[in-house]
C-alpha cells in the first residue's frame, strides 16, 4: 500500500507541475486558451500514458482515474488567470520543467520495478517516463525537443532514476528514496541550465 500511495503522489504531483510547464510554453506561443489547455494536459499526461503503454497497463492511468486530468486542467488554469506573475520568478519554465523531469523519471522507475522488471530496465524506463510529456509538448510546438539537444536532459532523468533505484534496491525507505532522485534530477538540470552545461557530442570530422 506505501508504493501506491508514493506512486499517486509523484504522479499527481508530477502531473500538474509539468502541466504548468505546458501552459507556459503556450503563453509564451502566445496560444489562445484552447491552445494552453491542451499543452498543459499533453505535457502533464503525456509521459504517464508512455509508461502504462510500454507496460501494457491499458486504460492508462492517466485516463481511467479523474484525477489525473483535473490536476492538469487546474495547472492551466493557474497559468491563464496567474502568468504574469509566475513569470516574475525568473525561469518558471526550467524550474517546473525540472521538477515534473525528476518527478515522473522516479515514479515511472518506481512503477516499472512494482511490475517486476529489473534494474536497469526499470530506469530506462523512467526516463522515457520523465522526458515523454516534454517530448510531446516540444514537438507539438514545433520546437526541436529538449532531450534531443544538447541539454543535460534525459542525463539528468537518468541520474534520478538510477538514484532512487538504487536506493530501493539497498533498502533506504521508499520515500527517501524517491526524494533524493527528485532531488538529484532537479539540481543536475537547473545546474546545467545555470552554467551551460552540455551532454556529449562528436566531434566534426576535419576535411583533409
Same mark, same amino acid.
Given at each position: ?7 499517486? $503522489?509523484?504522479? *499527481? ?41 510500454? *507496460?501494457?497497463?491499458?486504460?492508462? %492511468? ?11 486542467? %487546474? %495547472? +492551466? ?10 513569470? @516574475? ?34 530506469? $530506462? ?13 516540444? *514537438? ?5 525537443? *529538449?532531450?534531443?539537444? @544538447? ?5 539528468? &532523468? /537518468? ?5 532512487? +533505484? &538504487? ?9 527517501? %528514496?524517491?526524494? /533524493? ?6 539540481? /543536475?538540470? /537547473? ?18
Amino acid at each position: 500500500m506505501p508504493s501506491i500511495s508514493l506512486l499517486l $503522489l509523484l504522479d *499527481l504531483t508530477g502531473t500538474f507541475v509539468f502541466a504548468l510547464s505546458g501552459g507556459l510554453l503556450a503563453v509564451r506561443k502566445d496560444l489562445d486558451i484552447v491552445g494552453i489547455v491542451v499543452l498543459s494536459v499533453v505535457t502533464g499526461l503525456g509521459g504517464g500514458v508512455i509508461r502504462d503503454v510500454l *507496460l501494457g497497463r491499458t486504460p492508462p %492511468a492517466a485516463l481511467e482515474r479523474e484525477s489525473y486530468l483535473v490536476a492538469a486542467i %487546474a %495547472a +492551466a488554469a493557474v497559468v491563464y488567470f496567474f502568468s504574469n506573475r509566475i513569470e @516574475r520568478m525568473g525561469t518558471p519554465l526550467q524550474r517546473f520543467d525540472a521538477l515534473g523531469l525528476g518527478l515522473f523519471a522516479v515514479s515511472g522507475t518506481l512503477t516499472s520495478l512494482n511490475a517486476g522488471l529489473g534494474f536497469v530496465p526499470a530506469v $530506462l524506463l523512467g526516463v522515457v517516463t520523465g522526458a515523454g510529456g516534454g517530448v510531446v509538448r516540444d *514537438l507539438l510546438v514545433a520546437d526541436i525537443p *529538449l532531450v534531443f539537444r @544538447r541539454d543535460v536532459y534525459a542525463l539528468a &532523468a /537518468l541520474l534520478g532514476a538510477t538514484t532512487f +533505484a &538504487a536506493g530501493a534496491r539497498i533498502g533506504v525507505p521508499e520515500f527517501a %528514496a524517491a526524494v /533524493l532522485g527528485v532531488a538529484a534530477t532537479v539540481v /543536475l538540470r /537547473l545546474m546545467s541550465t545555470r552554467h551551460d552545461w552540455h551532454a556529449p557530442r562528436p566531434r566534426p570530422s576535419r576535411s583533409s
